[in-house]
């Protein structure tokens, strides 16, 4: 019978640093490189959705307003001061139609720890679009850098191309 209760004991404690191990390699992979890229590409999208918000078209104090109400969670501080000082330079609606309406990722490159670029392009519709839900009237290219500041991923840097 004591040699039956050593067994047992083994035997739990085997299972127990193999519960041991798989939790450990869980949280290691669960904060690891697919999750930084996964949140990157999350903020690329959702930042995508709010160009049509922003009417580079109206006047200077209103564009302004507009940029720091929809692009403040998605972008670094040194960025949004450039876009205050130059905001035709920063990306949104350049006419009543099209719009744009998405970031449609082509490439995520790892560039460091913090740091990703990404490529993709900017679809723009129409109505035509819009109501079909789909397709693109145009589209622009669009390059971003998004860097890990304070623990949270922000765009620091936007280089757009022209219309293909």
Excluded at 60 to 80: A, G, S
């Amino acid at each position: 019978m004591y040699i039956r209760k050593n067994q047992l004991y083994i035997i739990i404690g085997i299972i127990v640093l193999l519960m041991a191990i798989f939790i450990i390699y869980s949280i290691n992979n669960d904060n690891g490189l697919n999750n930084d890229e996964e949140e990157v590409i999350k903020l690329v999208e959702d930042f995508g959705r709010t160009l049509k918000n922003v009417s580079l078209l109206a006047p200077r104090d209103v564009v302004i307003q507009e940029i720091e109400e929809n692009y403040t969670p998605y972008v670094t501080d040194e960025l949004m001061q450039r876009w205050i000082a130059h905001p035709r330079r920063a990306p949104g609606r350049t006419t009543s139609s099209p719009w744009p309406d998405r970031i449609e990722i082509t490439e995520v490159e790892k560039q460091s720890e913090d740091e990703y670029l990404v490529k993709g392009r900017i679809a723009e519709v129409s109505s035509t679009e819009a109501e079909g839900g789909g397709g693109a009237a145009a589209f622009r290219p669009i390059e971003l850098i998004a860097r890990k500041i304070e623990k949270k991923w922000l765009i620091d840097e936007i280089t757009t191309g022209n219309y293909e």
